[in-house]
């Protein structure tokens, strides 16, 4: 008994030495940075915030620094759809940018819940040297309508809360923020001064040599009515044929995100002055799909959409479609988009022999939020090991898919992703294996099937079937 308690005893005490050790060591990589100024923008012109921080760092430590933290607070954690870093290089029109690798990551004294990214850096800081990163971090579903019900003829107004001091682990000696209104129009906002609000730009700072830690919360009240266009889901189906086609299915679940509407909707005053009549609502959404793309279709349950115009070059094709009805606060559709494209446009051969698909991922809509995001490359039967290289985490799992003349079913290769943003829309490779020698599968399979039907004839035709000798 006795001895089990100071084995009980010895495990805490090493416990709490390793958390001590860590917490120390955590503490002295953070207070060996420190940020000589920081910048942050604020971009509330539509319902998707994007924030371009711009930091320039010191190491004051003794050791080099290899990366740099990034601080969310909760409230910004659970609406971060993506995190990018880049570093300047050079001095004014010689300036170059160079990508960093931005990763989550967890330390053992984060204060109530605070999200961190690491930012890797090209080279360490030693003692003295300074870098300059570019962040563009962007939040959904950040900016709450109030009030939450709009008449048809009142303009959508919206609170974003944020804090006028830039939440982060090191000491900040000068910050400023900007943000950017979609209107000169804003009702009411927190002041921290100095704050200055002219044109379209509300400025809070300079703050000058803030603790780490720092958080002073401001909240802005604005007119915003610009298109909360929100797709719920979307299940893009990519269906490879390789005799020479790549057809394309795209559902989607579409909803307006803004403020409800309550009352009675007039189409004809939404038709006479839709401007003042509706200022919030949409009803036109322009998708952005591939060139030499063909066999294009819009429909929904009830059947083919007319509403919808197509414009094609070499470079891109641009599809406008419209809904039934256009769309309100709260108000939803669903409708289905279908093309076909030349499958030697995505469709290459790896050194190693695999076949690869060279697809776009995120939703062809602009200016839209998906809140869930589910593609399935549908390869052709025969295919093996499939693999998919995303630039960004995604959950994957295979599944089977039985058409036409199928035998052992099409190997299909899904990718789910939540809180997809334009951003996210960026090329992504499916590799597989596959022998030429199935292609003839099925026209072996249909020649059978002819030559068997045409013996099956000559027999008949051959047997006397009459009963007289």
């Known amino acids: 008994m006795a001895r089990s308690t100071a084995m009980k005893a010895a495990g805490l005490i090493l416990a709490l030495l390793i958390f001590t050790f860590l917490t120390l060591a955590v503490s002295s990589s953070n207070s060996q940075i420190q940020v000589l100024n920081a910048e942050r923008r604020i971009d509330l012109s539509s319902h998707i915030v994007k ?156 703050y000058e040599d803030r603790p780490p830690y720092s958080f002073s919360p401001v909240i802005v009240h604005l007119e915003n009515n610009s298109p909360f266009a929100v797709v719920e889901e979307l299940l893009r189906e990519v269906e490879i044929s390789h005799w020479g086609n790549l057809q394309i299915t795209e559902h989607y679940k579409l909803a307006h995100a ?96 695999k076949r690869y698909l060279n697809f776009s991922f995120g939703c062809p809509l602009a200016q839209t939020v998906v809140n869930k995001l589910t593609i399935k490359v549908v390869l052709p039967e025969g295919s093996k090991d499939p693999s998919a290289a995303v630039p960004f985490p995604v959950e994957q799992h295979l599944e089977t898919k039985y058409s036409y003349l199928d035998v052992v079913g099409r190997t299909v290769l899904v990718l789910e992703k939540k809180n997809v943003v334009p951003e996210h829309i960026t090329p992504f490779q499916v590799y597989y294996t596959f022998k030429p020698i199935f292609m003839l599968a099925e026209p072996l399979m249909l020649a059978s099937v002819f030559f068997l039907f045409f013996m099956a004839c000559v027999a008949y035709l051959q047997i006397d079937f009459s009963i007289r000798k």
């Open 51 to 206: 924030v371009f921080l711009t930091l320039k760092v010191e190491n004051v430590g003794t050791t080099p620094a290899s990366e740099i933290l990034l601080a969310f607070p909760p409230s910004q954690a659970d609406h971060l759809a993506l995190v990018k870093a880049q570093a300047a290089i050079g001095k004014k029109k010689k300036k170059s940018y160079v990508h960093l690798d931005v990763n989550p990551t967890e330390l053992p004294d984060a204060p109530n819940g605070t999200k961190y990214f690491s930012i890797s850096l090209l080279d360490p800081l030693s003692l003295g040297e300074t870098a300059t990163l570019e962040v563009l971090y962007i939040l959904t579903h950040s900016l709450e309508p109030f009030p939450a019900e709009i008449s048809q003829s009142e303009s959508q107004l919206v609170y974003f809360r944020d804090s006028a001091l830039i939440l982060s682990p090191y000491h900040i000696k000068q910050q400023t923020t900007f943000i950017k209104t979609p209107s000169t129009k804003v009702e009411s906002n927190t002041r921290v001064e100095p704050t200055k609000f002219a044109g379209r730009e509300l400025k809070y700072g300079p």
């Open 258 to 353: 803004g403020a409800r509407h309550k009352g009675v909707f007039s189409r004809v005053d939404y038709q006479s002055r839709p401007s003042f009549k509706g200022a919030s609502s949409f009803k036109h959404l322009l998708a952005s799909l591939p060139p030499r793309v063909h066999s294009v279709y819009y429909r929904d349950e009830i059947g083919n959409i007319s509403s919808s115009h197509l414009r094609t070059d070499y470079r891109k094709s641009e599809l406008e479609i419209e809904p039934r009805y256009p769309l309100f606060g709260g108000w939803k559709a669903t409708f289905v988009i279908g093309y076909g494209l030349p499958l030697e446009d995505f469709l290459f051969e790896s050194p190693d022999g």
